[in-house]
């Protein structure tokens, strides 16, 4: 059978639903089976029947053989727990999910500066990535500007790379030479 690919959409439910569990534990009197059976089950009322047993079966599989969840067998006993591995995937996906929407131009930008350490590099990098993918305008190095309210986003996109302590983000008026910006983002004066 062909085991599902890590950006696979079932794959990546299935851990968000354990995952939002922390930890899910089947007691069996009856069979070592039967804790594995519930667990599937419970995973497709979850999902609705938009998935069949197999393609269940199969994200199971491939998220253990990828070191995502891990089982423990005891007593009678089934607990499936998400590793770390895990735990850092679901923020990596959580992180590309984050969007900031366009609203009404309240004649404010949002000023983001970062001066990220060596060590954290592959941090930087991923928030750099990431603001441009938000369409933030890059002005120089680790400064960029966006003219919609953002706060929450960024804070939780620093919180998930462990860079707050390093960046900061100022809201400011306009200011002479803006007018490049503004059109940029195609706002309304």
């Given at each position: 059978m062909k085991l599902l690919k890590p950006t696979d959409s079932l794959s990546v439910k299935i851990l968000k639903i354990l995952g939002a569990s922390a930890l899910f534990t089947v007691v069996s009197i009856l069979s070592p089976a039967f804790p594995y059976a519930v667990l599937k089950a419970y995973l497709k009322h979850r999902l609705g029947?938009?998935?069949?047993?197999?393609q269940i079966h199969d994200s199971l599989k491939y998220l253990?053989?990828?070191?995502?969840?891990?089982?423990?067998?005891?007593?009678n006993k089934l607990k499936v727990i998400i590793t770390n591995f895990g735990q850092q995937y679901i923020k990596r996906?959580?992180?590309?999910?984050?969007?900031?929407?366009?609203?009404?131009?309240?004649?404010?930008?949002?000023?983001?500066?970062?001066?990220i350490p060596e060590f954290k590099k592959t941090a930087r990098q991923t928030f750099r990535g990431k603001l441009k993918q938000l369409d933030f305008y890059h002005i120089q190095r680790s400064v960029f500007i966006l003219p919609?309210?953002?706060?929450?986003?960024?804070?939780?996109i620093a919180n998930i790379l462990k860079i707050r302590p390093f960046m900061h983000l100022l809201t400011c008026d306009r200011f002479p030479g803006d007018a490049k910006l503004v059109k940029k983002f195609n706002l309304k004066t």
């Open positions: 029947n938009n998935y069949n047993n197999n253990k053989r990828k070191k995502f969840i891990a089982y423990e067998f005891k007593q996906v959580g992180l590309n999910e984050i969007t900031i929407k366009p609203t009404l131009w309240d004649g404010r930008w949002r000023l983001l500066t970062f001066d919609f309210p953002c706060e929450s986003e960024i804070y939780e």
